[in-house]
């Protein structure tokens, strides 16, 4: 009797600590949902374009991530409390002479007429965002702010001029390189190494030309001796778009502790990104059926539209087929806590890398973005530095670079 009744009191107090437990994480996350509705929330990368194009998604409507839906959409924004995103223009590295530039840069208009388009059809749920006043006045508006980031130089060719075109078509930043090193810089990445030794002559350059337009500067992707070149070149404060910190996941993507003090010295700040946060156990079939996919599709360079599409029916079934394990929120918050220990709380933001790869397996699309407030709520971080964190932090750095311009 006496046993029975200890077991039914330890069940009922194991029920009380579940209950007590799940309910105080609906708390968090129940808190972080009014946060949303309070701050202004921004990422400031998604690769989002890559899902328009002419039979692509349709962003005014509640799309299924889980059936080729893309990770965000404008309703779905909404849904998630997220303001404002900034949808990549991205252009793979390809050939750099003057015919393959050209026809990069013919692929860069296509991409911006094609998010003008979405933007055009929907005027009711979203706009063109070009100053960070845009974004403020839209949420009061309840409208989703859409800003323009040019994610990799390639389609300037050598032609300094074409900074400030990309400027007025509205993009607000230009990530250095991508995977590849490029005749503006190197890559973080390249398989063959540096060969500028950091950026290019004409990579000082754009720099330069970047300041004066007061467009952002994007060191996501870049080596680090090119970052340090444009630490020294910037007047301005600078980003990275979608980065993560070295000493929490050891890849060259993201950065080291050095390069994180040197960002905060330089008064810019790091945007977590939902790729290159953690170890994850390894996957052959998956690993071999990307790479055979790549090679299938000439590394996305170069595709019609037809074969794009085709591309990415591919993609999601290879994600269907050979699911990976995801980094999760917590993970994610790991690299805040690194960076807040190390800096402070001014140089960090969220970058997703939505539609570019990223995802959480409780952030897997825009929907579940409270779940990282909740995180941060359950960590002890204040709104105060919540907002920082989702729009503060970033703003600030738009703000100083715009001011800095000479134009
Ligand atoms: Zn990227």
């Not at 389609?155 to 990530?175: Q, S």
């Amino acid at each position: 009797m006496l046993l029975k009744r200890i077991t039914l009191l330890s069940v009922s107090l194991g029920l009380l600590i579940l209950c007590a437990c799940s309910s105080s994480q609906g708390t968090y996350l129940e808190q972080a949902k009014k946060i949303h509705k309070e701050i202004l929330t921004l990422d400031s990368h998604t690769d989002t374009p890559l899902m328009l194009g002419r039979r692509g998604l349709d962003l005014g409507v509640h799309n299924d991530p889980h059936e080729g839906g893309g990770k965000l959409d404008f309703p779905r924004m909404k849904e998630g409390g997220l303001d404002a995103a900034f949808f990549a223009v991205f252009l793979g590295q390809g050939e750099e002479t003057p015919e393959a530039f050209e026809v990069a840069q013919q692929r860069a208009r296509s991409i911006f007429e094609s998010i003008y388009e979405v933007l055009d059809e929907y005027p009711e749920m979203a706009e063109l965002a070009l100053s960070p006043d845009d974004a403020y006045r839209l949420k009061e508006e309840g409208k989703r702010a859409i800003y323009l980031g040019l994610e990799n130089a390639y389609p300037l060719g050598n032609d300094i001029a074409m900074v400030e075109k990309y400027y007025e078509k509205g993009a607000r930043y230009i990530t250095l390189s991508h995977t590849r090193n490029n005749h503006v810089s190197d890559s973080s990445n390249d398989p063959d190494g540096p060969v500028h030794d950091g950026l290019s002559a004409f990579g000082k350059e754009v720099v330069k030309e970047m300041n004066r337009l007061g467009m952002m500067i994007d060191i996501s992707h870049i080596s680090d001796k090119a970052f340090y070149d444009v630490m020294e070149i910037s007047n301005a404060p600078v980003i990275a778009s979608h980065s993560n910190a070295r000493s929490v996941h050891n890849d060259p993507r993201n950065l080291n502790d050095d390069m994180l003090l040197a960002l905060a010295e330089n008064g810019g700040v790091v945007q977590l990104c939902f790729l290159y946060v953690t170890q994850l156990p390894p996957n052959p079939p998956r690993d071999s059926a990307r790479t055979a996919l790549r090679e299938k599709y000439n590394n996305f360079q170069g595709l019609s539209d037809e074969e794009m599409e085709n591309a990415r029916a591919d993609w999601y079934a290879i994600d269907r087929d050979f699911p990976s394990q995801l980094p999760t929120v917590a993970d994610l918050v790991d690299h805040v806590d690194h960076i807040v220990n190390l800096i402070g709380i001014d140089y960090v933001g969220i970058g997703s890398d939505f539609d570019g790869g990223g995802q959480l397996e409780d952030c897997y699309d825009v929907t579940e973005m409270p779940n990282i407030t909740a995180e941060l709520l359950k960590r002890g971080y204040s709104k105060e530095d919540i907002e920082k964190i989702w729009s503060g932090n970033f703003m600030r750095v738009f703000r100083e670079a715009q001011n800095l311009r000479e134009v």
